[in-house]
């Protein structure tokens, strides 16, 4: 078998393998321009009345297409204490396999701790659908394959692909504690979140056993130092697990703000025992792009070239300066 196919065959397996013991979501390194995946109590929290995001992902290119992942966001703050968002993701592979999510989020930040409403406790619910779906026609199993002929499409397969697609609901709830203080050196920001609060079940690849997707559980710390009128520093924990998969990771991000309407933003964050992320950023009014590029750090890319990941994210937001409190919202 070739190394190519041996790969393909591999990515498929991961895509598909759905229990209880490891981790199936796909991430981003960008997880701040998506902010549903990481805690629902994080929609509406941006200075202004709405904001747009979109971001896009690629990872493991040279491992049979690798993996592309598409994410759009959108969240309206409200009069009265209450944020309303939407977002969707896709995840395809080059071998035939397609995830997709997309909910609908609500957040209540009228809980605060001082006169001002700058101390704010935010709570937050998601819910939605989660699909997922492979092309059966570009499954390659093993015993399709001979030393003497390669692949052979007519060769019947012993692995029985029952089920291919499944759709479940899904929710997530979360808490998040935020301290907006104007300032004030360090403004610190803390929340936890769980997803598939239900476990959802499903048939997926065979229609003679259910598999459950486990919960994940997310915690998040961040802290926006104001380091002079002009530059944050803000250092941030992302703790991630599910079923018995763990996710660690340890960020600095810098704003330096050069004009009314420009602040550049840069910085890096490290997956423990995964990859390196060095981040790039440009904010103009109300618009910001921003950058990053996966730096492999894992067994799979010290033995295999190209499973780098490049990461590229778009925020607009709209009637910027309407709500002063989240002028000192993480950034990560």
Sequence with gaps: MSMKRFFAMGILALALSQNAQGQVDPHFSQFFVFPGWVNPAFT???????????????????????????????????N?????????FQQTTGT???????????AYNGVTFDPDG???????????????RFDASKF??????????????????????TANSSSVFDASAG?????????????PYIGFAVHHLTSPEEYFVSRSEKTKMPMRLTGHVSLGINVSEFTVVTPSVLYLRQGTAEEQVLGLNVRHRVSDDVSLLGGASYRVNDAFVPFAGLQYGN??????????????????????????SLSLIFNKGEDNRYLRCPTF
């Design 44 to 78: 509406g929290a941006f200075d202004g009345t709405y904001r747009v995001s979109g971001v896009f992902r690629s990872q493991w290119q040279s491992m049979a297409g690798g993996f592309k992942t598409v994410g759009f966001s959108a969240e309206a703050n409200t």
């Design 96 to 106: 035939g396999y397609t995830y997709q999510q997309v909910n609908a989020s609500f």
């Design 140 to 161: 390659q199993t093993e015993d399709q394959w001979s030393n003497l002929t390669g692949y052979n499409s007519t060769i019947p397969s012993a692995d029985l692909l």
């Design 118 to 132: 700058y101390k704010v406790l935010s709570f937050g619910l998601q819910a939605g659908f989660i699909s997922r």
């Design 80 to 88: 009265r204490n209450v944020a309303l968002g939407v977002n969707a």
């Design 175 to 187: 808490v998040m504690y935020m301290d907006l203080t104007e300032d004030k050196k360090i403004n």
């Design 287 to 312: 618009f910001k792009i921003g950058a990053s590029y996966d730096v492999n750090a894992s067994d799979i890319g010290k033995n295999v070239a190209k499973t780098n990941s490049f990461e590229v």
